[in-house]
Structures are given as C-alpha cells and as structure tokens.
C-alpha cells in the first residue's frame, strides 16, 4: 500500500491530459513552467516518503541482525551451560549438573525463540528490500523525466517563439506589392526623368534668350557703322573704310 501510495505521488502528472492543458491554456509558456513546478514539488514529495520508507527497513534489518546475534550468542549460553553440566555429572554432582543442564535448556528456547523471529522476518525483509529498490529506480525515471519536461519545455518555449517572430515577417512581406516589386522605383524614375526635362527646357530657353540679346548686339553694331559712315560722308569724306 505504502509503495502504490509513493508511486501515485510520483506519476499523477503523468496521468493528467498534458496536450489538452497545453491547447486550453492562455499563456503555453505559464503553464509549463507551473508543470515542471508542481512535477518537482512532486518529486520532492515522493523521496520524503521514499526516505521514510527506506529508513523504516534499515531498522528492520538492524532489529533482524540482533535477533541473529541474540541467536547465536544463546546458542553459544546452551553450549556452555551443557558443557559445565557434563563437566559435573563427571565428577559426581549430579546437582550442579542437573542446574547446567536446566540453563542449557533456557538458553536454547531462547536460541530457538531468536532463530524464529529470524525466519519470520526474512520473507518480509526480502520484499521490503525489493520495493525499496523499485521505489529507487522509479524516482531515478522520474528524475529523468522530469529533465526530459524541462527539455522539452524549453524546446516548445523557443519555437513558440521563433514561429510568432516568422509570423510577423510573413505578415510584414505580405504587405508588400510582391507583383511587381519595381513599381514604385518606376514611378519614381519617371518623376526624375520629368524633372530632368524640365532642366533641359530650362536650359534652352535660356540658351535662346542669350542668342537673341547677341543678335540685338550685333543690330546695334550695324547702325553704328552706317551712323560713322553717314558722318563721314556729310564731313566730305569717304563712306568706305
């Protein structure tokens, strides 16, 4: 009873829908870090009482090795009571032999009574030693498996993670104009080269501009000339030069 009873403890998590919490849980991450809390606490409980349990044995084995000494030292009593009644019923005291021989048979009930509660116990300690055995290696699994949920928990907690931060470059990549990635560049060369014709018909208007004042120049040079001869003609000279 005593063993199902640390065993329940042990692995009543396990017992638990773990994916059905995951799924109805507001916050994965929260709840796994409650689950490695509670299988550890668990944990702890259970090798409180496995301590327990193994410390009870070990008195049974120390009450189990002094009923063998007792045994044995009776035993040893009865062998030398016997010996000192032989001893005197050889030299004709049939009463001190009688009193030995009585205390020999004291000490052998006695050794009798102790080779007994021996042989009660072996059975019980034989089944108790293998449980404690059992229970040893169930929580040495448990240990295991509770680095594997912590493993596991921190494998889960770093994807959840990675899938959220892929989930909003999907959507930032979904936002842009994959159709026709160059639209907008177009559009913006085509402003450019609008703005660069607006320079170059600057420019020619400015460069027709200039050739006009050069042309009205080159007029005003035209009537001074024909002015100079004009002046010269009415002073009797030549109009060549």
Request: charged share 30%.
């Given at each position: ?134 229970l040893k ?7 295991q498996k ?96």
């Amino acid at each position: 009873m005593a063993k199902q009873t640390i065993f329940g403890r042990i692995s009543s998590l396990l017992k638990a829908n773990i994916n059905q919490l995951i799924d109805n849980a507001e916050d994965p991450q929260l709840m796994l870090d409650q689950l490695v809390r509670d299988y550890t606490n668990n944990i702890a409980d259970a090798k409180t009482a496995i301590a327990q349990t193994i410390g009870n044995l070990r008195l049974l084995e120390q009450d189990n090795e002094e009923d063998v000494r007792a045994a044995t030292e009776w035993g040893q009593k009865a062998a030398n009571a016997s010996a000192a009644a032989d001893k005197y019923r050889a030299e004709g005291k049939t009463a001190e032999a009688d009193k030995f021989d009585n205390l020999a048979k004291i000490a052998i009930g006695k050794q009798i009574a102790a080779e007994d509660e021996v042989k009660q116990q072996a059975p019980s300690l034989a089944t108790q030693n293998q449980q404690v055995e059992q229970l040893k290696q169930g929580l040495a699994g448990m240990e295991q498996k509770l680095q594997d949920l912590k493993a596991k928990r921190d494998s889960l907690v770093a994807r959840s993670k990675t899938a959220e931060a892929q989930s909003k470059v999907n959507d930032a990549i979904g936002n842009i104009d994959i159709t026709d990635p160059t639209s907008d560049l177009s559009r913006f060369e085509e402003k450019v080269r609008r703005e660069e014709a607006k320079v170059l018909g600057q420019q020619e208007l400015q460069a027709s501009s200039l050739d006009a004042q050069f042309e009205s120049l080159e007029d005003l040079g035209k009537d001074a000339d024909v002015e100079a001869r004009l002046a010269a003609l009415k002073a009797g000279g030549s109009s060549s030069i």
